[in-house]
């Protein structure tokens, strides 16, 4: 995950937070309050809804088109739950804060991938191993 | 073996690279997709992403005038049907692109996603756990 998370207050204009994203090649920022917890998530999806309702250069803030319900993951949660909880939620990225919604990183596909890849090879080689030469060899139990 | 068709989107949508960023993000934001292959003449020639967009807010273009062909990626990596899954995923990560456009016979018949393959490979981790769940039984305990 990205450690640690880019974040940004909700008056931030949108075009400031895409600018912040593209500099930070990253696909989304947290938003927090003064005190430092997390109130949203501004994503490039909410980015390119805002040009789709021609939202940008116009100085309007991240908070209107952040999402407030965030999506969350504490650290200790185990990558494939963090996956499942995208998957189902449809988004590409989950805050990962402490017990005080305090963001501690960013979890993204992006870094699944990196380990889902290598994941899925060491199984199919698995697979494949256990069904080739060892098909009539019995296990012994006890 | 699994294949990039069986777990490819085949949900996909094009657009042409004299429309407006403007457009491509109506486009977007209506289908709920990520992404948009460029097709002239009935030819892909690019991808337009959420990413592209987002991008092109932060560099001030204007996405009222300016049009897709502006901001798209014209390096378009591709994959086929028939490729082995752990190939297309080891071609995504090393390019880091999120979305392979499937193509056959010089035709486009999908798109395989970052999320396709996470989620598959996370399916597969968990199908064959409880398949070694179901066939070895531990052995009963004795003092």
Known sequence: ?142 | MIFVRDIMTRKLQTIAPGKTINQAAKKMTRFKIGSLIVIDHGKPIGIVTEGDVSRAVGRDVNSRRDAVSKIMSTRLITTTPGERLEDAAKIMAESSVKKLPVVEDGKLVGILTQTDIVASSFDLVTSLKEMVRARYRPPDFQP
Do not use: C
């Open chain 1, 1 to 142: 995950m990205e450690v640690p998370p880019i974040t940004v207050f909700g008056d931030v204009t949108i075009d400031d937070a895409a600018k912040l994203m593209w500099e930070k090649n990253i696909g989304s920022v947290i938003v927090v309050d003064m005190t430092g917890q997390m109130v949203g998530i501004v994503t490039e999806r909410d980015v390119v809804y805002s040009v789709s309702k021609s939202m940008t250069g116009r100085e309007i803030p991240v908070s209107s088109i952040m999402s407030k319900t965030v999506l969350r993951s504490s650290p200790n949660e185990s990558i494939a739950t963090a996956v499942e909880k995208m998957r189902n939620a449809g988004v590409r990225h989950l805050p990962v804060v402490d017990r005080h919604g305090k963001p501690l990183g960013m979890m993204s596909m992006r870094d699944a991938l990196e380990v889902s890849w290598p994941l899925l090879r060491l199984v199919l080689k698995s697979i494949k191993k256990r069904r080739a030469p060892h098909r009539d060899v019995k296990i012994r139990r006890g």
